[in-house]
T-cell receptor
Framework: DTEVTQTPKHLVMGMTNKKSLKCEQH?????MYWYKQKAKKPPELMFV???????INESVPSRFSPECPNSSLLNLHLHALQPEDSALYLC?????????????FGSGTRLTVV | GENVEQHPSTLSVQEGDSAVIKCTYS??????FPWYKQELGKRPQLIID?????GEKKDQRIAVTLNKTAKHFSLHITETQPEDSAVYFC????????????FGGGTRVLVKP
């Protein structure tokens, strides 16, 4: 299995809702990432997990809460989002020494906040 | 921190011609430079990468060159085909950066049949 699977593919949520994005990989990668991508822009790093521990938080607002239950799964919990949070949310994984193999991205969750 | 600039932002080429995208980086310690292709509505996919101990790498119709002295690297696509139409992102990182990739702003490539 050489893929990163993200669910759901699309999500529409109100500003008072709570929802979660899920990401799964079975490549044995021990580093996992959340990126946010706005239209016509490059991916923007949000969080990095290395060996299931949060290693980088790029000053992301607390309405985004990541979780790494095990080495194959990565979640992003969403609460009280704003319309400007609407974007494509990409999960990625890699070997911990990323300079060896590069990232594998999932197909993303397209989030719309209304 | 690292800063990566990418040019041009858009590139239109005739099918069969070559396309070149250039990136410059600021951190002289950067040692890994991947290129990603993102088709409309799809995930970024790694198409080629280069490490700082190599000056050039080829894979069929694509090649990447690296000039460490000038701190720039380039993607070359030869014999372009309509399926090469996509947004291309360069990126850079170094050891000790916590696996963080810094992306360039992207180049939208359109191959006209």
């Amino acid at each position: 299995d050489t893929e990163v699977t993200q669910t759901p593919k699309h999500l529409v949520m109100g500003m008072t809702n709570k929802k979660s994005l899920k990401c799964e990989q079975h490549m044995g990668h021990r580093a996992m990432y959340w990126y946010k991508q706005k239209a016509k822009k490059p991916p923007e790093l949000m969080f990095v997990y290395s060996y299931e521990k949060l290693s980088i938080n790029e000053s992301v607002p607390s309405r985004f809460s990541p979780e790494c239950p095990n080495s194959s799964l990565l979640n992003l919990h969403l609460h009280a989002l704003q319309p400007e949070d609407s974007a494509l949310y990409l999960c990625a994984s890699s070997q911990p020494t990323m300079t060896s193999y590069g990232y594998t991205f999932g197909s993303g969750t397209r989030l719309t906040v209304v | 921190g690292e800063n990566v600039e990418q040019h041009p932002s858009t590139l239109s080429v005739q099918e069969g011609d070559s396309a070149v995208i250039k990136c410059t980086y600021s951190d002289s310690a950067s040692n890994y430079f991947p290129w990603y292709k993102q088709e409309l509505g799809k995930r970024p996919q790694l198409i080629i990468d280069i490490r700082s101990n190599v000056g050039e790498k080829k894979d069929q119709r694509i090649a990447v060159t690296l000039n460490k002295t000038a701190k720039h690297f380039s993607l070359h696509i030869t014999e372009t085909q309509p399926e090469d139409s996509a947004v291309y992102f360069c990126a850079a990182t170094r050891r000790g950066a916590g696996n963080k990739l810094t992306f360039g702003g992207g180049t939208r490539v359109l191959v006209k049949p």
